[in-house]
Structure formats: structure tokens, C-alpha cells
């Protein structure tokens, strides 16, 4: 399961995640050109606190790998996250539609009939040892969590510290 | 070991068949198939139509999916009769199959009423109706399209993007007319007016001229003539429930209930084929959209294969790529607003968004060039109409400051 | 209508783990920790050991954190229910929680939670310690009450307490 948790609530709109994400890609792809924050593959949307973070969860029954008519989502091979292949997105705003994060986001792309729009989304920094967003994030809104189970446990051992302490008092 | 059968193998099917593989690895599964080609995505046919897509790309899944162990697949064959009695289903070069449990997922045809049915007509719903309407429209054929929903439109913006000018006429007052507000669809219609694409509302086709060569003029019902080589008709689909036992036919569907069982036991039925309840007016009906087949096929394989799982019913949607100008249209929207709905319009240049509130829980979200939002509206109006509202109210939405 | 709860003493755990084969054998009908509802936490360095189950909300953040609605509550029990279907895996609940006992099936993706198995948890009868306990809240709070003032008179009947 992919390494990403998000908490709304704690995120206060500083803005690192995405220029992290940006940067990222601006690296990974060698891509330098003025509008490279617009490169960044998650949103937070404000303008004041809570956040609406449209960043993807990575659903293990992901509603836009159903709806995408093109094939180009689909959970990968390790069925870690839910994967784009751009190559086959053919702009018809399905996803857009039924992501309940809105986390698919709008790319222009210029030619190619009928593909004036294509979309853009996480790929878990599958070639990274950490989400870039999680790395910077300084309030724990999103979190590398390893993954979801180990997330759960870490909190029921917080809990349960409490618990038993106070039980041998 | 669970004898499976699969009748028919598209979005549903394939969804069904995956269900089923992960949850019974025992079972034998066998699909009938209409066509030959491995089964692809009916929503790109009109890209493909405009040359925006290849054959490959439109494949649902690649070729060894068909091939796993425990798999087999009829190609090219339909199956004509189901005897749920004695589990066995005939197929039209007169071979058998026995099963223990059947989904029924034949999808639809598009609707050609028999007046105009003829050289010269067609629907768009295979890749040869497509590569028809390509050839003749790229010969020169002046095209026309009768029917003016989701598909009608997409059709003609994909013969505008091939540099034909097609003729859209539309029987209602409006284009996308049961997905969209009278203010939505003249924004629609004027960016395929735009684009070339000729629209005359609210007049009918009511005979088909043909003379020696075919197809040559379309009849109106306001009393003009259009010329007309090729007119392909795009007024829904009907489901396909030839062959299937009688006691299992819904209005005009396949009706199912909610783990997708008809009132035969061991037969289910998902896609464009089944007859579901509508979240939004609560009648059974057939709601025939893709990601709807995708979630009522998964659901069916579950429960074939000994789960249980619930459809909840569907919510009619729709996205679309208007060349360039993006449409979503989710739950209730422009038919049947009454006293107990509220509306909260607002425009910008380029963009207008329509939220329609039932009693004061969202219901309906019509947006138009400003989409981006509309999964966090969708979700929203789902848990309004599944009782449960959101307690925790996402961040402030665009569209719905103050 | 009050909430009952599977309430969790412990002072009484002894980690013997009849609990999390209990609830998996009921739920799944196969003994596995990693399908029950509720969860030993062990602490084998200090020698302690407490089951973790769901502590039914009053304010349930995971319901809060489904974007699908995929929770329902049983009207007459008020025992949670999943709604498998409208599931889409999304794990806000799983993060949301702040007890961490809402954990992700292995093979459905959807999130196991405590059901109160019908009113009679399998847990709570099979528990041999009674550290576990179906109750409402208000009974807990009066047995809790009453445990500690039993202790005090306990403690003052031996002369340790001056009353």
C-alpha cells in the first residue's frame, strides 16, 4: 500500500508540499521551463484553514480506474497505487468526475486532436525512497505512514501505552 | 467447481470476471463474446471515429487477460436462448453451455425505429459503424445526426475535429437535454456551432428520402428536407435481452435487485443490460454509463462467486469534452426541480456551475469549463442521497463562496 | 439510545490472544489476529499486554473521514456496519482513527470494524479474565466508581487509609 496519509485538518496552507512535489518533478523530468511549479501533482486548496489537500489516496477499489474509458488509469502490477499513463488519457474528464478528492488534475498539451486536456496525478514517488510532499510536510498533514496497517498498529500501540500504563498503576 | 457464464464481454463482463477470479480461483469461467475483436471501450469509438484514438489503445485489456487458466472465451458468438432450468445456454452456431451461475451483461443496441431503418442509417456503437461513418464522411458524404445526448454530441464534435460539417438535429427544445440546463446547453451548442457542426432543435426526422444511390435526403418534421447521405442515430441504446428467460425481464431491461440477482436464482445481470434503481427519483431503470457497468459487474462477480455486496443504485452522470470545453452534469440537474429545491448559479467568462439542493442537502452539480471540483460535489451528493450528509464539509468549494 | 461499547480492563488482560481468535473465527471463520476487529497490543519488554477495539465514538472521525459514506450503524443496535460496496479503499478512515483499530481487510480492502457481533461479542464470552466487557458507558463509568471506592475502604479497613 502506498506510503501516503492525509490529515486535513493539521494542514495550514504552507504551501511545501507543493513546491517540493514541483521541484521534484521539475528534476526527475529535467524540465526547467518558467511554469515548473505548475508541475506539481497535488493541490491545496484554501484559502484559509481547513485545507481541501487534492492529493491522491491511492483506492484500493479506486473509483476513476472504473470510470476511465481509455484504460490509462489502473492500479499497477504491484498493486501499489493506482498508476496513469498519460499516453492513453484521452482527456474525457471521467476521472474528474468521480474522484471524491478531486485529485485528478488538468494538463494542457498542445496538438493531438480531441486532446487539448490530458490529466496529471500522484505516481507515489515510485523512484524515491519517500513521498517528497510527506517529507516536507511540518505539521504531519501528509504523512508517509509506511504503509496504511502499519500506520493503524503504530497508533493502537500509542494508545494502548496509555491504556496499560494506567492499568498497572 | 463453480461452472461460470458470462453472456456478453465488455466493461461489465471483464469487471465481473475479475471479481470472480480473485475470489473463487476454482471455478471455470466461460464468456460469450458478440464480436471478435478483443472487447473495447465504446466511449472512444467517437475519438477513434475523429482519428484521436488507435485500436490498441481502446482495448479494455490487453490479450492474455482472455487467455488465464480457467478462462475461456467465445468469440464472435451470441448467446440465443438460456434455460434455467437445466443451466444451459445455446449459442447461435448451436453449441451448448452449462453453468451454475450466469451474468447477464449483452449491453444495448442503438435504437433505429423502423421507419427510418435502411441503407444509409446507422448507430454508433461498434468499431465498424465507426470506420463507416469515417470512410464516408471522409469521402464527402454530408453526414447527419439524429439525437442530440452524450453520445450525439460527442459524435459530432469528433466529425468536426475530421473537418466535416454534420448536421445535429435535435427533437427537444435543447441539445443534451436530459443532462443539461437550458443555459448549459446553449453554452454546448455554441461551441459546436462553432466548430462547424450545424444544430436545428426541436424538429423530428420523420422519413428517410433514399433514391438510387442510397440515402439522399432526411424528411423533417417541421417540413424542410436536409441533405443527407449518412444518418447516424444516436437516441439511446436498448438492452439486449433476446434469448433470456422471460421471467427475468424488467421493463425493458433485465430487473435486478441489489446484489444484482434477477428473480432466478444463480442468474444476475450488470451493465447497460440492468435495470437499477436511480438514486436521484428512486425508479428502476436502466442507467447505461460506464463507470455504473464497472461497479455493477464487480458487484455481480462477487456475489456469483459466494460474497456479498450490495449496489447501492445509480447515480446518472455524465462527463464530457465539449472540443475543449469541459461538461459534467451529476444527479439532478435541470428535469423535475420543484418547490423543494433551491439553486445557487454563478457565471464567470467561460465558465458557468449549477448546484441544485434538495430540502438543503446538495443533489445536482452542472458545471460547465470549470470542472475540476467535481468529484468532491460528486462524493458530496452521494452521501446526501444515501441519508448519511457529510459532517466534516470539505474545504470552502469553488463556486460556493459566501 | 445508549451506546454499548466492548469495554477493555487492563489490569485483567493476560494477553492470552483468545480474543482476536475469537472475533476472526466469527467474522471470517478462521482463527487469524491479522482478521480480527479487535487487536492484542503486545509490550513483551515490560510484560504487559491490552486489547485495542473500536470505542464507538461518540463523534466517529472515521464516518467523518469516509468520503463514500461506506458506514452505517444498525438502527436498532447502533452496532457499525461496513458498506462494502460503497467502499473505494480510500484509507482516510484508517488514518483518521485515532486508536488505530480500523485496519484494511487483506484480501477485500475494505475496513474491519468492530460490529458488536449481534449484541453478543465473541470476544467478551470467550475472554477468560473478564478484561473484556460489553457495557454501556454509563455502566462502565459506575463500575469504574465503585472499583475505585471499594479500593479506598479496602485500604482504610486495613488502616492505611486516615479517614
Not at chain 1, 21 to 30: D, F, K, M, N, Q
Not at chain 2, 8 to 15: D, E, M, S, T, Y
Not at chain 3, 84 to 103: Q, S, T, W
Request: net charge positive; charged share 20%.
Amino acid at each position: 500500500m502506498p506510503a501516503l496519509g492525509v490529515n486535513e485538518p493539521a494542514c495550514t496552507l504552507c504551501g511545501r508540499c507543493l513546491v517540493a512535489c514541483a521541484a521534484g518533478r521539475a528534476v526527475l523530468t529535467g524540465a526547467l521551463d518558467p511554469a515548473w511549479l505548475e508541475q506539481s501533482l497535488l493541490r491545496v486548496d484554501g484559502p484559509a484553514p481547513p485545507a481541501h489537500i487534492r492529493l491522491c489516496r491511492h483506492c484500493l477499489t479506486a473509483p476513476c480506474v472504473d470510470a476511465c474509458v481509455a484504460r490509462a488509469l489502473r492500479r499497477d502490477a504491484a498493486g501499489d497505487a493506482v498508476s496513469l499513463d498519460s499516453s492513453r488519457c484521452v482527456g474525457c474528464y471521467s476521472c474528474v468526475m468521480e474522484c471524491p478528492f478531486s485529485a485528478p488534475l488538468a494538463r494542457a498539451v498542445s496538438g493531438n486532436a480531441g486532446r487539448g486536456t490530458v490529466i496529471a496525478k500522484c505516481d507515489g514517488c515510485a523512484q524515491l525512497p519517500e513521498p517528497l510532499c510527506a517529507a516536507v510536510c511540518p505539521t504531519g498533514a501528509i504523512r508517509a505512514a509506511g504503509d496504511a496497517r502499519s500506520a493503524s498498529s503504530r497508533a493502537r500501540r500509542r494508545r494502548a501505552v496509555g491504556l496499560g500504563l494506567a492499568g498497572h498503576r | 467447481m463453480t461452472r461460470y457464464l458470462i453472456v456478453g464481454l465488455n466493461v461489465a463482463g471483464i469487471a465481473a470476471m475479475k471479481a470472480i477470479r480473485e475470489l473463487d480461483r476454482a471455478g471455470r469461467i466461460v464468456a460469450v463474446s458478440g464480436e471478435s475483436h478483443l472487447p473495447y471501450s465504446r466511449v472512444l469509438l467517437p475519438r477513434y471515429l475523429a482519428g484521436g484514438a488507435v485500436r490498441e489503445e481502446m482495448s479494455l485489456e490487453p490479450a492474455d487477460f482472455y487467455r488465464a487458466e480457467g478462462t475461456r472465451v467465445i468469440w464472435g458468438r451470441r448467446v440465443v436462448a438460456l434455460d434455467h432450468e437445466r443451466r444451459e445456454a445455446a449459442l447461435d452456431d448451436g453449441t451448448t453451455i452449462d453453468f451454475d451461475r450466469a451474468l447477464i451483461a449483452a449491453g444495448g443496441s442503438p435504437i433505429i425505429p423502423g421507419h427510418l431503418a435502411g441503407p444509409g442509417v446507422t448507430g454508433l456503437r461498434t468499431l465498424e459503424d465507426a470506420v463507416l461513418i469515417r470512410e464516408r464522411a471522409s469521402a464527402g458524404t454530408r453526414v447527419c445526426i439524429g439525437g442530440a445526448g452524450p453520445v450525439g454530441v460527442k459524435t459530432a464534435c469528433a466529425l468536426a475535429e475530421l473537418g466535416v460539417r454534420p448536421a445535429l438535429i435535435v427533437a427537444s427544445g435543447r441539445i443534451l437535454s436530459q443532462i443539461a440546463d437550458p443555459e448549459a446547453a446553449s453554452l454546448a451548442q455554441r461551441r459546436l456551432e462553432l466548430h462547424g457542426v450545424e444544430v436545428r432543435l426541436g424538429t423530428d426526422i420523420s422519413r428517410a428520402l433514399r433514391g438510387r444511390a442510397g440515402l439522399e435526403a432526411l424528411q423533417l418534421s417541421d417540413g424542410t428536407a436536409v441533405p443527407c447521405g449518412l444518418l447516424v442515430l444516436c437516441k439511446g441504446v436498448t438492452p439486449n435481452v433476446a434469448g433470456m428467460p422471460s421471467a427475468v425481464h424488467g421493463r425493458s431491461g433485465i430487473a435486478v435487485d441489489g446484489m444484482m440477482a434477477t428473480r432466478m436464482s444463480g442468474l444476475y445481470a450488470a451493465g447497460d443490460a440492468a435495470e437499477t434503481r436511480d438514486l436521484i427519483d428512486g425508479q428502476t431503470k436502466v442507467t447505461a454509463i460506464f463507470p455504473n457497468a464497472a461497479a455493477q459487474g464487480r458487484i455481480a462477480g462477487k456475489n456469483m462467486a459466494g460474497a456479498t455486496a450490495v449496489f447501492d443504485g445509480s447515480l446518472p452522470r455524465n462527463a464530457l469534452d465539449l472540443l475543449g470545453l469541459p461538461l459534467i452534469s451529476i444527479g439532478l440537474v435541470a428535469a423535475g426541480l420543484d418547490a423543494r429545491h433551491a439553486v445557487r448559479a454563478t457565471r464567470t467568462a467561460g465558465s458557468y456551475r449549477k448546484l441544485v439542493y434538495r430540502d438543503g442537502l446538495l443533489v445536482g452539480a452542472l458545471l460547465v469549463g470549470e470542472v475540476m471540483d467535481a468529484g468532491v460535489l460528486q462524493a458530496r451528493i452521494r452521501r446526501n442521497l444515501a441519508g448519511s450528509p457529510g459532517l466534516r464539509e470539505p474545504g470552502q468549494l469553488m463556486g460556493e463562496a459566501g | 439510545m445508549e451506546q454499548r461499547f466492548v469495554n477493555v480492563d487492563a489490569k485483567l488482560c493476560t494477553g492470552c490472544a483468545m480474543c482476536e481468535l475469537a472475533c476472526s473465527y466469527h467474522h471470517e471463520g478462521c482463527y487469524s489476529p491479522r482478521l480480527s476487529r479487535v487487536r492484542l497490543v503486545r509490550f513483551e519488554d515490560r510484560g504487559f499486554s491490552v486489547p485495542a477495539t473500536c470505542a464507538y465514538c461518540e463523534r466517529p472521525i472515521c464516518e467523518e473521514a469516509c468520503p463514500t459514506a461506506a458506514f452505517a450503524h444498525d438502527p436498532a443496535t447502533g452496532a457499525a456496519r461496513v458498506h462494502e460496496a460503497r467502499c473505494i479503499g480510500c484509507k482516510e478512515c484508517v488514518n483518521a482513527c485515532p486508536l488505530g483499530v480500523i485496519d484494511l481487510h487483506p484480501v477485500h480492502g475494505t475496513p474491519m470494524r468492530c460490529d458488536l457481533c449481534d449484541g453478543d461479542p465473541a470476544c467478551v464470552k470467550l475472554c477468560p479474565t473478564g478484561a473484556l466487557a460489553l457495557q454501556l458507558v454509563s455502566d462502565a463509568v459506575r463500575d469504574k466508581r465503585r472499583a475505585v471506592q471499594t479500593a479506598r475502604i479496602r485500604l482504610a479497613e486495613a488502616g492505611g487509609l486516615e479517614s
